[in-house]
């Protein structure tokens, strides 16, 4: 209960609370990091001071065995020193050669920007002079070098922590949504069942009553809508079958049901080829996405306008438009427009493109898209298939 109430602070608090973390974790990290080059850099000052001992000492022929020590185990930064009279002397550069300026000009540049040189140097207590041995040039140890990448591999760990937590909670939000839409789909074409099988058995009765002839195969057709409507639902959540049919006749069927079922101030008006052209198609639902579009389109331009169902086809496609000139749609709307709950109506639900679109791109492998619009100047829809 306390969960449901408070749900959304609870996802805030967890959101800042694993910020807090990995801001601390990147932080440690960070002071670590300086940490530990601050050591390797008073290691190599321990062994600059060693090697000016060890220069000195071999003037008198007196070398500490301590300072001799301090200065061959240095193993683990990659250093050379530059003499005062230009020689060169390497310690552990690894894989690194110096074969010529150019490449020692490159490493005192690299090394610069890791660590600043250490210049080698005494003053003579007999004369008093400062003495130059040359420069230290130093880099930064294996283990230091690879510590600088820890915190980006870090933060890539985590974001692609965070990218499974959010794909797997998306995913079973959806299921679980998928699971709602599909059961009140199918509760709703068992409710509509019930008096649609009243309405059948009415008509009979009407028939046996010498009832108009007319009124009664208009009562048949919408009852015929019905069943087909209740059959769409019914299908949601379940894979449609496909047979082979002819795009001209069912483009046809449902655009004379919705001429004759629309306001007379929509003036409708189909091209198509002269010749039947074939697709895979589940007829129920290809009528279903044709509807959304018409109804979309009368709604744009607020019950009054040309509206054209055009129908293109060629030697591996058809394509099916349906042109309104109502009030147009921007750029950024070309794509949301499909998605659920996307509605620029009162009333709606925002779900009729969004099933148009699952129709025809999961269930037919065909596309759906926005192929042009102008803000008040209208909206032309269309629809994509493989043709046979």
């Known amino acids: 209960m306390f969960y449901t109430k408070h749900r959304q602070l609870i996802r805030w608090g967890i959101i800042l609370m694993s910020f807090i973390i990995i801001t601390l974790i990147l932080w440690n990290t960070y002071v670590f990091f300086q940490e530990f080059k ?17 220069q000195k000492s071999a003037l008198d022929e007196d070398i ?42 490159t490493l005192i540049n690299e090394f610069k920007n890791q660590n600043p040189p250490i210049d080698l140097e005494y003053t003579d207590p007999k004369t008093k002079e400062k003495i130059d041995l040359g ?31 959010y ?15 599909t059961g009140m789909a199918k509760e709703t074409a068992h409710q509509i069942g019930t008096p649609l099988s009243s309405l059948i058995g009415w008509t009979e009765i009407l028939k046996i009553e010498n009832v108009n ?24 959540g379940s894979l449609p079958a496909l047979k082979q049919c002819d795009i001209i006749k069912e483009t046809q069927a449902t655009y004379d049901y919705l001429k004759t079922r629309s306001s007379k101030l929509i003036n409708f008006s189909l091209h198509v080829p002269e010749t039947p052209v074939f697709v895979l198609l589940n007829a ?8 959304n579009l018409v109804k979309n389109a009368i709604d744009a331009m607020r ?26 749609l921007a750029k950024s709307e070309f794509n949301t427009i499909f998605d659920p709950g996307y509605t620029s109506k009162k009333r709606g639900w925002g779900l009729g493109l969004s099933l148009a679109k699952r129709i025809i791109e999961d269930f037919h492998n065909g596309k759906i898209k926005v192929k042009h619009s102008e803000i008040g ?12």
């Open 38 to 54: 601050e050591e390797e850099a008073q290691k190599m000052n321990v062994w600059a001071t060693a090697q000016i001992e060890f």
């Open 64 to 105: 500490n065995p301590v300072i001799d020590l301090v200065i061959t185990s240095e193993n683990t930064n990659p250093m050379f020193v530059v003499t005062s009279d230009g020689k060169l002397s390497v310690n552990n550069l690894k894989k690194r050669t110096i074969n010529s300026e150019e490449d020692l000009d």
């Open 135 to 165: 420069k230290l040039y130093y880099g930064d140890s294996e283990i230091l070098s690879k510590l600088k990448y820890y915190p980006l591999a870090l933060l890539l760990i985590i974001v692609l922590f965070g990218t499974v937590v």
């Open 167 to 181: 794909l797997f909670y998306s995913s079973t939000k959806n299921a679980a949504q998928n699971k709602l839409w």
């Open 213 to 236: 002839p007319e009124y009664i195969i208009e009562i048949e057709k919408d009852i015929s809508r019905l069943q087909t409507i209740t059959e769409r639902f019914s299908k949601i």
């Open 284 to 291: 129920q639902l290809y009528s279903w996405t044709l509807e």
């Open 303 to 328: 019950g009054k306008g040309d509206l054209t169902v055009i129908v293109e086809a060629n030697e591996t496609t058809v394509k099916i438009k349906v042109i309104d000139i109502g009030k147009g």
């Open 377 to 388: 100047k209208g909206t032309t829809m269309q629809i994509t298939l493989k043709s046979l």
